[in-house]
Every structure is written in C-alpha cells, then in structure tokens.
C-alpha cells in the first residue's frame, strides 16, 4: 500500500482545512486507517483511526468534537475534516495503514505499517 496526503495549508485559528490520503496497492479496503501529527522535537502523535468499513472511528481527546475522519473505498481515500482549528494544531500530519486484517483502531504509531509522507498544516494565532 503506498499513501499520498494531500491538503494541508495556512490557516488564521478558527478556520477549516481537510486533509486527504489517498491510496494505491492492493486491500485498501482491508486496512484500518489512521491519522497522526508532529511537531519538530516531539513524538508522532496519535490524531484519529477508522475502521476499514468507515461506519466506526477513534479520536484523540485534543480533537474530538472539531475533526472529522471519513473514508471513501470506492475513491481509494481517507479524508481528516479539521475544524475549529487552533495554534497547537499546527504540525505535520500523516497517513498511515495499518497493513494487516487486524480491526483495532490502534493508537499507537507502532501498529501501523504504511505511511504516508507529511503534509503541513499551520494554524496562525
């Protein structure tokens, strides 16, 4: 599975962006997906996960109520809706797979196996 995120951005606190991942390989649709951000000098933190067939997800506390994940099998894609954006959001954010028939959505960056690369999101105070 290779991974492309797309869509990050600056935008002033307060506003929205929506980041997108998408995906080519085979068994896109067997993997439970994951979104996660860093900042420089900090460890890869666990921002959301979906579960293969989109109807459950998990967020992180620091973002639940303002992002949103989706995912569309048929487009090969998982989307990150990030509203009410704040400063402390701003970081790299990546995609990730995890590559293997397991359902947890997992927290923990060890769990996944593909990655995307980073796309930067910059909320200005």
């Known amino acids: 599975v290779q991974l492309q995120a797309s869509g990050g951005g600056s935008v002033p606190a307060g506003g929205s962006l929506r980041l997108s991942c998408t995906a080519s390989g085979p068994n896109f649709s067997s993997n439970v997906m994951g979104w996660f951000r860093q900042t420089p000098g900090k460890w890869r933190e666990f921002v959301g996960a979906?579960?293969?067939?989109?109807?459950?997800?998990k967020s992180a506390d620091s973002v639940k109520g303002r992002f949103i994940i989706s995912r569309d099998t048929a487009k090969n894609a998982v989307y990150l809706q990030m509203n009410s954006l704040k400063p402390e959001d701003t970081a790299d954010y990546y995609c990730a797979a995890r590559g293997s028939a397991i359902t947890v959505m997992s927290d923990s960056q060890s769990q996944y196996r593909y990655w995307g690369q980073g796309t930067l999101v910059t909320v200005s105070s």
């Open positions: 979906i579960s293969k067939s989109g109807h459950s997800t």
